[in-house]
């Protein structure tokens, strides 16, 4: 592997890196947001997936982001009648970020 494979290799896992920490960051930060009203869903967490590549013109083995999704896992729920986002039964739906 040449120098300029090896800058590419790393550019590339740099800037998937960062795509995951900014995903990251904003599941933190919606952690403890909720649904607008009792019929709306809160925040679901997002994921990044990750692929490998090959670049042919350099041969160089890259990092890409495959994709970034939602969370399908169930929500938590506690009971806090008092709450806006509340359902009938006095239920809140909590983020699913752990």
Known sequence: ?????????????????????????????????TARGPDGEPY??????????LDRASGAKLVTVKGVET???EFETTYDPGHPAADAEGYVKLPNVN
């Open 1 to 33: 592997m040449d120098l300029k494979s090896a800058i590419e290799t790393s550019i590339s896992g740099m800037t998937s890196q960062g795509t995951r920490m900014r995903t990251i960051a904003e599941n933190i930060a919606n952690a403890q947001s």
């Open 44 to 53: 679901r967490r997002r994921v990044v997936s990750f692929a490998n590549e």
């Open 71 to 73: 969370d399908k896992a």
